[in-house]
C-alpha cells in the first residue's frame, strides 16, 4: 500500500513538465484568437510518444500505467494544455486498425474531441481534426469529420476552439466497455487537479510578495485562510485521484466509483480554486494579461467533460467501495 | 504506488472482524456519569483481556505495535462493528498521556501506568488550556513552585474533559515565572485525588457535563512526577504529537464513509414532510453523495499518510488539513441528516445512543473548536504547508 507517486512515477512526470513548460507555455494563451494545437504542436507530443503513453508494447505504445498517464495529464493541466491531447491518446485506445493507430498516435492526424449537445454534437480542439472521438460509459467511437459541415462557435476558453456539427456523422472505430470513458474521467480529474494546484501556486506566490497596508497579503488572514481551504480541496482531491489511478491500474472492481469520486472532487477544487485565485489577486485578477482568467476558463470547460455534477453524483449515491 | 494489502494485513482484518462480530456490546452507552466511565473502562478491560488493546503502542510497553496501515484497518473494523466509540473517558490516556510516557517517562514511570492505561484501570484527563491561554497555550499561566521533593500548584485549567473520571491528568504548567511562551514550563503527572483540586463542571449545549474546569489551590505534586525536564515540558509536550503521527482523530476519518452509508441507507426510508422519500429530493441526495466521495478521499488521504510514515518514520503536515475536512464533512452530513429527519431532529435529551444524530450535529462545534481550531488550523497550513508570510 502507498498511495503518494514515487521513483519511475515521479520521472515520467518530471519528463512531462519540462517538456509541457516548453512546448505548451501558458504564454500562447493571450492572443486573440483561440490557441489550437495546430500542427507543429501535435507532431511534437506525437514524437515524443506522449499519445502513446498508455497504450500497451504489443501495438506499439509505452505500456506505461493509468498512474503515469494520471501524472502526465496533470502537467496538461497546469499549462492550460488542449483538449486534443487527450483526444488524440482516447482515439489511440479506441482503434484496431494498425496503420490509423500510429497516424494517431505519431500526430499526423488530428483528433477534436466530441461531446454530445442535445441533438447535436459539439466538438473540442483544433479546426484541422479530421476525426473526433466520443466516449460514455458503454462504449467509445471514432467519427470522421471528413464530410461533415460544422459551425464554428466563440469559445469562452482560449485553450480549445468550439464547433458544432449534426449528430449524423460517420464511424470509423469503436470499442465497447467503459475503458476509454474511464481513461477520459482519470486524465480530466488529473488536468482539472493540474488547474487547482496551478491556482493555489500562482496565489501562494503573489501573497508572499504583493504588499497592503504595509504588510505582504500573505500575512492577512483575510488571504491565508482562503489559500489554507485551498490547499485542502487540493488535497482531498489529490489523493483521491492517486487512489483511482492505482485502481485503474490494478483493474480493482470499485476503479470506477473512485473514478466518480475523483472527477467530482477535482471538478469542485479546480473551480473553488480557480475562482478564489481570481479574488485574492484584486483588480489585476480580472485583466486579459494576467493568467488567473485562463485556468478559470479552461475549468470551466474540463468540469463538464467525463461526468458533471448530477451525473458523477447520481452514480456515487448508491455505490460502495470494497476494503 | 499502489492498493495492495499484505497477507499478514488481510489476516488481521479477517481476525479483528471476526472478533469484533461477537464481542462488540451490545448495550447502548450510558449517557453521563460514573456509569458512562465504567461503560468505557470494561470495553477497554475486554480489549486488554484478548489481546486488542494499544494498537498504536510498541509492543515492548504492552502494545500490539501495529502498523499505520493496520491500524487503518483496525479503525475501520470498529466502525464496520459498530465498536464503542474511541474518543470516549479512555482516550487521553490511550491516544497522549500513555504515548507520552513511552517517549519520555522514567522506567518508573512507565512501569507503574501504562499497564494500568491498557487494561483501562486507570483514565486520564488532560490540563493543558487555561482559561486565558487556548489557542495560544504557550501563554498558560498555571505556576508550579518547587518545594522540598515536591512542586507547588496553583492556578486553573479549563476545557478538561472527564476530569471527574481521571485518575490521573497530564498537567502543564509553568515553572520558571520569569519564562515567556513555550520555555519554562513543565510537564507532570497529577493525582486526581490530591488536596487543594477542585472540579467544577461546565454544562455543554449537549446537556452533558464531561468538561470541567480544575482549581489548583497550593497543590502538592512529587517531583518524580515530573515527565521529561523540569522547565522543559513544551518539548514533552510536542513528543506525545510526533509520536500521535497525526493518527489522533483517525476513526473518525475512516468511519465517516460508514456514517454516509448509513445516512443514504435513512434516506431510502424516511419520508419528508410532503410525503417526499427524503432520497428522491435533490438537495438531500446530491448532498449525500458528494459527502461519500468526501469520505473517499479523506481515506485516501489517510491512506496516503500512513504508507508514507511507515515507509519515513516522519508523520507529514497534512494533520491540519485532515482536521479541516473531517470537522466540515462531519458537520455537513449532521445538517443533511438534520434536513431529512424534519422535526424528529429537535428531539433530544442530551443521550448520544437515544439521539446520534442530533448529538453528533452539536458535537461538531466541539470537534471544530477541540484539539486545535479550524482557524488555527488554517494558520498551521498557511505557515508549514503553503510557507506564507507569518501572520504573528
Same mark, same amino acid.
Given at each position: 500500500?502507498?498511495?503518494?507517486?514515487?521513483?519511475?512515477?515521479?520521472?515520467?512526470?518530471?519528463?512531462?513538465?519540462?517538456?509541457?513548460?516548453?512546448?505548451?507555455?501558458?504564454?500562447?494563451?493571450?492572443?486573440?484568437?483561440?490557441?489550437?494545437?495546430?500542427?507543429?504542436?501535435?507532431?511534437?507530443?506525437?514524437?515524443?510518444?506522449?499519445?502513446?503513453?498508455?497504450?500497451?508494447?504489443?501495438?506499439?505504445?509505452?505500456?506505461?500505467?493509468?498512474?503515469?498517464?494520471?501524472?502526465?495529464?496533470?502537467? #496538461?493541466?497546469?499549462?492550460?494544455?488542449?483538449?486534443?491531447?487527450?483526444?488524440?491518446?482516447?482515439?489511440?485506445?479506441?482503434?484496431?486498425?494498425?496503420?490509423?493507430?500510429?497516424?494517431?498516435?505519431?500526430?499526423?492526424?488530428?483528433?477534436?474531441?466530441?461531446?454530445?449537445?442535445?441533438?447535436?454534437?459539439?466538438?473540442?480542439?483544433?479546426?484541422?481534426?479530421?476525426?473526433?472521438?466520443?466516449?460514455?460509459?458503454?462504449?467509445?467511437?471514432?467519427?470522421?469529420?471528413?464530410?461533415?459541415?460544422?459551425?464554428?462557435?466563440?469559445?469562452?476558453?482560449?485553450?480549445?476552439?468550439?464547433? #458544432?456539427?449534426?449528430?449524423?456523422?460517420?464511424?470509423?472505430?469503436?470499442?465497447?466497455?467503459?475503458?476509454?470513458?474511464?481513461?477520459?474521467?482519470?486524465?480530466?480529474?488529473?488536468?482539472?487537479?493540474?488547474?487547482?494546484?496551478?491556482?493555489?501556486?500562482?496565489?501562494?506566490?503573489?501573497?508572499?510578495?504583493?504588499?497592503?497596508?504595509?504588510?505582504?497579503?500573505?500575512?492577512?488572514?483575510?488571504?491565508?485562510?482562503?489559500?489554507?481551504?485551498?490547499?485542502?480541496?487540493?488535497?482531498?482531491?489529490?489523493?483521491?485521484?492517486?487512489?483511482?489511478?492505482?485502481?485503474?491500474?490494478?483493474?480493482?472492481?470499485?476503479?470506477?466509483?473512485?473514478?466518480?469520486?475523483?472527477?467530482?472532487?477535482?471538478?469542485?477544487?479546480?473551480?473553488?480554486?480557480?475562482?478564489?485565485?481570481?479574488?485574492?489577486?484584486?483588480?489585476?485578477?480580472?485583466?486579459?494579461?494576467?493568467?488567473?482568467?485562463?485556468?478559470?476558463?479552461?475549468?470551466?470547460?474540463?468540469?463538464?467533460?467525463?461526468?458533471?455534477?448530477?451525473?458523477?453524483?447520481?452514480?456515487?449515491?448508491?455505490?460502495?467501495?470494497?476494503? | 504506488?499502489?492498493?495492495?494489502?499484505?497477507?499478514?494485513?488481510?489476516?488481521?482484518?479477517?481476525?479483528?472482524?471476526?472478533?469484533?462480530?461477537?464481542?462488540?456490546?451490545?448495550?447502548?452507552?450510558?449517557?453521563?456519569?460514573?456509569?458512562?466511565?465504567?461503560?468505557?473502562?470494561?470495553?477497554?478491560?475486554?480489549?486488554?483481556?484478548?489481546?486488542?488493546?494499544?494498537?498504536?503502542?510498541?509492543?515492548?510497553?504492552?502494545?500490539?505495535?501495529?502498523?499505520?496501515?493496520?491500524?487503518?484497518?483496525?479503525?475501520?473494523?470498529?466502525?464496520?462493528?459498530?465498536?464503542?466509540?474511541?474518543?470516549?473517558?479512555?482516550?487521553?490516556?490511550?491516544?497522549?498521556?500513555?504515548?507520552?510516557?513511552?517517549?519520555?517517562?522514567?522506567?518508573?514511570?512507565?512501569?507503574?501506568?501504562?499497564?494500568?492505561?491498557?487494561?483501562?484501570?486507570?483514565?486520564?484527563?488532560?490540563?493543558?488550556?487555561?482559561?486565558?491561554?487556548?489557542?495560544?497555550?504557550?501563554?498558560?499561566?498555571?505556576?508550579?513552585?518547587?518545594?522540598?521533593?515536591?512542586?507547588?500548584?496553583?492556578?486553573?485549567?479549563?476545557?478538561?474533559?472527564?476530569?471527574?473520571?481521571?485518575?490521573?491528568?497530564?498537567?502543564?504548567?509553568?515553572?520558571?515565572?520569569?519564562?515567556?511562551?513555550?520555555?519554562?514550563?513543565?510537564?507532570?503527572?497529577?493525582?486526581?485525588?490530591?488536596?487543594?483540586?477542585?472540579?467544577?463542571?461546565?454544562?455543554?449545549?449537549?446537556?452533558?457535563?464531561?468538561?470541567?474546569?480544575?482549581?489548583?489551590?497550593?497543590?502538592?505534586?512529587?517531583?518524580?512526577?515530573?515527565?521529561?525536564?523540569?522547565?522543559?515540558?513544551?518539548?514533552?509536550?510536542?513528543?506525545?504529537?510526533?509520536?500521535?503521527?497525526?493518527?489522533?482523530?483517525?476513526?473518525?476519518?475512516?468511519?465517516?464513509?460508514?456514517?454516509?452509508?448509513?445516512?443514504?441507507?435513512?434516506?431510502?426510508?424516511?419520508?419528508?414532510?410532503?410525503?417526499?422519500?427524503?432520497?428522491?429530493?435533490?438537495?438531500?441526495?446530491?448532498?449525500?453523495?458528494?459527502?461519500?466521495?468526501?469520505?473517499?478521499?479523506?481515506?485516501?488521504?489517510?491512506?496516503?499518510?500512513?504508507?508514507?510514515?511507515?515507509?519515513?518514520?516522519?508523520?507529514?503536515?497534512?494533520?491540519?488539513?485532515?482536521?479541516?475536512?473531517?470537522?466540515?464533512?462531519?458537520?455537513?452530513?449532521?445538517?443533511?441528516?438534520?434536513?431529512?429527519?424534519?422535526?424528529?431532529?429537535?428531539?433530544?435529551?442530551?443521550?448520544?445512543?437515544?439521539?446520534?444524530?442530533?448529538?453528533?450535529?452539536?458535537?461538531?462545534?466541539?470537534?471544530?473548536?477541540?484539539?486545535?481550531?479550524?482557524?488555527?488550523?488554517?494558520?498551521?497550513?498557511?505557515?508549514?504547508?503553503?510557507?506564507?508570510?507569518?501572520?504573528?
Amino acid at each position: 500500500m502507498y498511495l503518494v507517486p514515487d521513483g519511475d512515477e515521479l520521472e515520467i512526470a518530471n519528463a512531462a513538465a519540462e517538456f509541457l513548460a516548453d512546448a505548451m507555455t501558458i504564454d500562447r494563451l493571450h492572443g486573440p484568437s483561440p490557441a489550437d494545437m495546430g500542427d507543429d504542436l501535435r507532431q511534437q507530443l506525437g514524437d515524443m510518444g506522449w499519445y502513446a503513453l498508455a497504450l500497451p508494447e504489443e501495438v506499439g505504445g509505452s505500456g506505461l500505467s493509468a498512474i503515469e498517464f494520471a501524472l502526465f495529464f496533470r502537467e #496538461v493541466g497546469r499549462q492550460c494544455g488542449p483538449v486534443d491531447v487527450l483526444a488524440q491518446c482516447l482515439a489511440a485506445m479506441t482503434v484496431t486498425d494498425a496503420p490509423l493507430r500510429s497516424e494517431i498516435t505519431s500526430g499526423a492526424v488530428g483528433i477534436a474531441l466530441a461531446v454530445t449537445d442535445s441533438a447535436a454534437v459539439r466538438l473540442f480542439g483544433s479546426g484541422d481534426a479530421k476525426y473526433a472521438i466520443w466516449a460514455n460509459c458503454d462504449a467509445a467511437e471514432l467519427i470522421s469529420l471528413g464530410d461533415a459541415s460544422t459551425e464554428s462557435r466563440p469559445s469562452l476558453d482560449p485553450s480549445n476552439s468550439m464547433r #458544432v456539427t449534426g449528430a449524423s456523422t460517420s464511424s470509423i472505430a469503436s470499442r465497447s466497455g467503459d475503458f476509454v470513458w474511464r481513461m477520459g474521467q482519470l486524465a480530466t480529474a488529473a488536468q482539472l487537479v493540474g488547474l487547482a494546484e496551478a491556482a493555489l501556486d500562482q496565489i501562494v506566490e503573489y501573497a508572499k510578495v504583493r504588499e497592503t497596508f504595509g504588510k505582504k497579503i500573505g500575512s492577512w488572514q483575510a488571504v491565508r485562510h482562503p489559500c489554507a481551504d485551498m490547499a485542502v480541496r487540493l488535497e482531498a482531491a489529490r489523493s483521491q485521484l492517486w487512489f483511482a489511478a492505482t485502481a485503474m491500474k490494478e483493474s480493482r472492481r470499485d476503479a470506477g466509483v473512485h473514478l466518480d469520486a475523483a472527477k467530482h472532487l477535482a471538478n469542485l477544487a479546480a473551480a473553488a480554486n480557480t475562482d478564489t485565485n481570481i479574488q485574492l489577486h484584486g483588480g489585476i485578477g480580472v485583466t486579459d494579461e494576467h493568467h488567473a482568467h485562463l485556468y478559470m476558463k479552461h475549468a470551466l470547460v474540463l468540469i463538464k467533460m467525463f461526468g458533471a455534477r448530477r451525473d458523477l453524483l447520481g452514480r456515487l449515491l448508491h455505490a460502495s467501495v470494497d476494503d | 504506488m499502489d492498493l495492495q494489502y499484505s497477507e499478514a494485513d488481510r489476516d488481521f482484518r479477517a481476525k479483528a472482524r471476526k472478533w469484533l462480530a461477537t464481542n462488540v456490546p451490545t448495550k447502548a452507552r450510558p449517557a453521563n456519569g460514573h456509569t458512562s466511565a465504567q461503560f468505557d473502562r470494561d470495553w477497554q478491560r475486554k480489549l486488554y483481556d484478548h489481546g486488542w488493546a494499544g494498537v498504536a503502542w510498541p509492543k515492548e510497553f504492552g502494545g500490539l505495535g501495529l502498523s499505520g496501515l493496520q491500524q487503518v484497518i483496525w479503525y475501520e473494523e470498529l466502525a464496520r462493528a459498530r465498536a464503542p466509540h474511541y474518543i470516549n473517558t479512555t482516550y487521553v490516556a490511550l491516544m497522549h498521556a500513555g504515548p507520552t510516557l513511552i517517549a519520555r517517562g522514567t522506567e518508573q514511570q512507565k512501569a507503574f501506568h501504562l499497564p494500568k492505561i491498557l487494561s483501562g484501570e486507570s483514565l486520564w484527563c488532560q490540563g493543558f488550556s487555561e482559561p486565558n491561554a487556548g489557542s495560544d497555550l504557550a501563554s498558560l499561566k498555571t505556576r508550579g513552585v518547587v518545594d522540598g521533593d515536591c512542586i507547588v500548584v496553583t492556578g486553573a485549567k479549563m476545557w478538561t474533559t472527564d476530569a471527574q473520571h481521571g485518575d490521573y491528568q497530564e498537567l502543564l504548567i509553568r515553572t520558571d515565572p520569569e519564562s515567556q511562551r513555550h520555555k519554562g514550563l513543565t510537564w507532570l503527572i497529577c493525582d486526581m485525588k490530591l488536596p487543594g483540586m477542585d472540579i467544577k463542571p461546565i454544562r455543554t449545549m449537549m446537556g452533558d457535563e464531561h468538561i470541567n474546569t480544575v482549581f489548583y489551590d497550593e497543590v502538592r505534586v512529587p517531583i518524580s512526577n515530573v515527565v521529561g525536564e523540569i522547565n522543559g515540558g513544551w518539548s514533552t509536550a510536542m513528543a506525545t504529537l510526533s509520536f500521535e503521527r497525526g493518527l489522533g482523530f483517525i476513526g473518525d476519518q475512516l468511519e465517516l464513509y460508514e456514517r454516509v452509508g448509513r445516512a443514504v441507507d435513512m434516506a431510502s426510508k424516511v419520508r419528508l414532510e410532503d410525503g417526499t422519500l427524503a432520497i428522491d429530493d435533490a438537495g438531500i441526495w446530491q448532498k449525500l453523495a458528494s459527502l461519500k466521495a468526501d469520505a473517499m478521499a479523506i481515506r485516501a488521504m489517510t491512506l496516503a499518510d500512513i504508507a508514507e510514515t511507515d515507509r519515513t518514520g516522519q508523520p507529514g503536515p497534512k494533520g491540519s488539513m485532515m482536521k479541516l475536512l473531517v470537522t466540515g464533512t462531519h458537520k455537513a452530513l449532521s445538517e443533511v441528516v438534520g434536513d431529512m429527519m424534519g422535526w424528529d431532529f429537535l428531539e433530544f435529551n442530551g443521550d448520544r445512543s437515544a439521539h446520534p444524530w442530533t448529538y453528533d450535529y452539536l458535537w461538531s462545534w466541539v470537534f471544530s473548536i477541540s484539539g486545535g481550531t479550524n482557524e488555527i488550523q488554517r494558520e498551521n497550513i498557511a505557515d508549514r504547508v503553503l510557507g506564507l508570510p507569518r501572520a504573528r
